[in-house]
T-cell receptor, first 115, second 110 residues
Framework: DQQVKQNSPSLSVQEGRISILNCDYT??????FLWYKKYPAEGPTFLIS?????DKNEDGRFTVFLNKSAKHLSLHIVPSQPGDSAVYFC??????????????FGKGTLLTVNP | DAGITQSPRYKITETGRQVTLMCHQT?????MFWYRQDLGHGLRLIYY???????DKGEVPDGYVVSRSKTENFPLTLESATRSQTSVYFC?????????FGQGTRLTVV
């Protein structure tokens, strides 16, 4: 049973436009969410995170939105750049449950930004 | 400052052979993890360690063994490699709520 779901295996957008990557979760114990970016032949790198006490967190071109009632989060990239082309993983953890050390990942979404 | 280093980067081994993947961190993060990345499965946790001499199973531990005699090292051993263990393996450490990953080891079992 997959607890973190990224239902879109791939997404293609034009340079300068907005990219929206979606993630759903089923475990109500999850209260901390992260996005990782992965280039080919490299390890994933941390991008942005959000705690369940917030519904939005912004860092430059990247914004993560959290809808707790829908158990849904999304990553917005504005404007998208060709260098953003990578696989994006959504991850979740249950900090208040004492399991903050365990990250559960989704399957990833391959974002391609076309020049 | 290398942070977290995995070796080898690439490995080809035969079915039934034992193979060990190495992971070394230059920080002193308590938690360390091994994940495997497979198409259609994303990143799945194999084993993790809370400190030296403390290890526990993750989501897909079968066929793997870990040890952690020193805080900085966390080797992963495939005792008898199978083709289903062909994958990309990532080691990671944890600082607060953020995981830091190594560059990965691409393992092919033939």
């Amino acid at each position: 049973d997959q607890q973190v779901k990224q239902n879109s295996p791939s997404l293609s957008v034009q340079e300068g436009r907005i990219s929206i990557l979606n993630c759903d979760y089923t475990n109500s114990m999850f209260d901390y969410f992260l996005w990782y970016k992965k280039y080919p032949a490299e390890g994933p790198t941390f991008l942005i995170s959000i705690s369940s006490i917030k519904d939005k967190n912004e860092d430059g071109r990247f914004t993560v939105f959290l809808n707790k009632s829908a158990k849904h989060l999304s990553l917005h990239i504005v404007p998208s750049q060709p260098g953003d082309s990578a696989v994006y993983f959504c991850a979740a953890s249950a900090q208040s449950g004492g399991s903050n050390y365990k990250l559960t990942f989704g399957k990833g979404t391959l974002l391609t930004v076309n020049p | 400052d290398a942070g977290i280093t995995q070796s080898p980067r690439y490995k080809i081994t035969e079915t039934g052979r034992q193979v060990t993947l190495m992971c070394h961190q230059t920080w002193s993060h308590s938690y360390m993890f091994w994940y495997r990345q497979d198409l259609g499965h994303g990143l799945r946790l194999i084993y993790y360690s809370a400190a030296a001499d403390i290890t526990d199973k993750g989501e897909v531990p079968d066929g793997y063994v870990v040890s952690r005699s020193k805080t900085e090292n966390f080797p992963l051993t495939l005792e008898s490699a199978t083709r289903s263990q062909t994958s990309v393996y990532f080691c990671a450490t944890l600082r607060s709520t953020e995981a830091f990953f190594g560059q990965g080891t691409r393992l092919t079992v033939v």
